[in-house]
């Protein structure tokens, strides 16, 4: 059974950290991309950073670029997402998907990513 769960998400104050966990079971990472997108209420979901199974490839978006960094560690089939500096508008459910059929990042179209986890809430606030 192929699944991704997410976990690490919570409440943090703004300036404060978390990081995200995307655990794949069912399947290895390998020859796939990874990546986190995100969703407020109101708002379409967005991509945030992917990254290959090789790590060679990472991608982060404007939005978060220097303050969230991903990563994989192959060995545990897991992607982070370290979040820091988090903002109030980084206030969303963010997903992990994994797409198949890549090498490398190349874009976050949300149909070519083959299986998405349930969301973990991040909620920053004062």
């Known amino acids: 059974h192929l699944q991704l769960v997410e976990s690490g998400g919570g409440l943090v104050q703004p300036g404060g950290s978390l990081r995200l966990s995307c655990a794949a079971s069912g399947f290895a990472l390998d020859y796939s991309v990874i990546a986190w997108f995100r969703q407020s209420p109101g708002k379409e979901r967005e991509g945030v950073s992917c990254?290959?199974?090789?790590?060679?490839?990472?991608n982060v978006v404007d939005s978060v670029k220097g303050r969230f960094t991903i990563s994989i560690d192959n060995a545990k089939n897991t992607v982070y997402l370290q979040m820091n500096s988090l903002k109030p508008e980084d206030t969303a459910v963010y997903y992990c998907?994994?797409?198949?059929?890549?090498?490398?990042?190349?874009?976050?179209?949300?149909?070519?990513?083959?299986?998405w986890g349930q969301g973990t809430q991040v909620t920053v606030s004062s």
């Open positions: 990254i290959s199974s090789s790590g060679d490839s990472t």
């Open positions: 998907a994994v797409d198949l059929q890549s090498y490398a990042c190349r874009n976050y179209v949300m149909y070519e990513y083959d299986y």
